[in-house]
T-cell receptor, first 114, second 108 residues
Framework: EAGVTQSPTHLIKTRGQQATLRCSPISGHTSVYWYQQALGLGLQFLLWYDEGEERNRGNFPPRFSGRQFPNYSSELNVNALELEDSALYLC?????????????FGAGTRLSVL | RKEVEQDPGPFNVPEGATVAFNCTYSNSASQSFFWYRQDCRKEPKLLMSVYSSGNEDGRFTAQLNRASQYISLLIRDSKLSDSATYLCVVAAGTALIFGKGTTLSVSS
């Protein structure tokens, strides 16, 4: 069974540009979560999507947004990139049934903002 | 006070040693508790859930003290392959709150 897959693996952008990160959850999982892991910091919760709806968001500015598609895959968009947005962005998924806080992570997209 | 606090380490131990990691959390409404393991430049992977009665999985033992808002992980008979960063994770609802992690390095 395929795990959570994320693309691209690496992304290099310049300040002010927009970045789009993609995530495909494990088959049968309906919830997708996005986290940011900046150097020296712990994972910070960004967004939670379930059944196509945004259910919760962390303490991040509105230029961090996303969506979930009918096939449960998800995109994270970061507008007006800033240098401090450089981080590893991790996507996780959880199944429709069972506890939502058992989450399975993808390998991440490493975003570098120059 | 940070939501989830861990001693960052690093903990440098020889093979076969017993090592313990501690974690404290600030939200008394937290409902679920986990330890995740993260290898260098890899994604976090669930190591074990932590139950109020304490639980064991092979060489790993997790304890939870709700009154003190304290979680621990004990690793017995350390292996080289245990070298990683161990993340203490607390859930209130569906959002997972991660500690910054404790780094363990096991040497031969």
């Amino acid at each position: 069974e395929a795990g959570v897959t994320q693309s691209p693996t690496h992304l290099i952008k310049t300040r002010g540009q927009q970045a789009t990160l993609r995530c495909s959850p494990i088959s049968g999982h309906t919830s997708v979560y996005w986290y940011q892991q900046a150097l020296g910091l712990g994972l910070q919760f960004l967004l939670w999507y379930d059944e196509g709806e945004e259910r919760n968001r962390g303490n991040f500015p509105p230029r961090f947004s996303g969506r979930q598609f009918p096939n449960y895959s998800s995109e994270l968009n970061v507008n007006a990139l800033e240098l401090e947005d450089s981080a590893l962005y991790l996507c996780a998924s959880s199944p429709r049934q069972g506890p939502k806080n058992i989450q399975y992570f993808g390998a991440g997209t490493r975003l570098s903002v120059l | 006070r940070k939501e989830v606090e861990q001693d960052p380490g690093p903990f440098n131990v020889p093979e076969g040693a017993t090592v313990a990691f501690n974690c404290t959390y600030s939200n008394s409404a937290s409902q679920s508790f986990f330890w995740y393991r993260q290898d260098c430049r890899k994604e976090p992977k669930l190591l074990m859930s932590v139950y109020s009665s304490g639980n064991e999985d092979g060489r790993f033992t997790a304890q939870l003290n709700r009154a003190s808002q304290y979680i621990s992980l004990l690793i017995r008979d350390s292996k080289l392959s245990d070298s990683a960063t161990y993340l203490c994770v607390v859930a209130a609802g569906t959002a997972l709150i991660f500690g910054k992690g404790t780094t363990l390095s096991v040497s031969s």
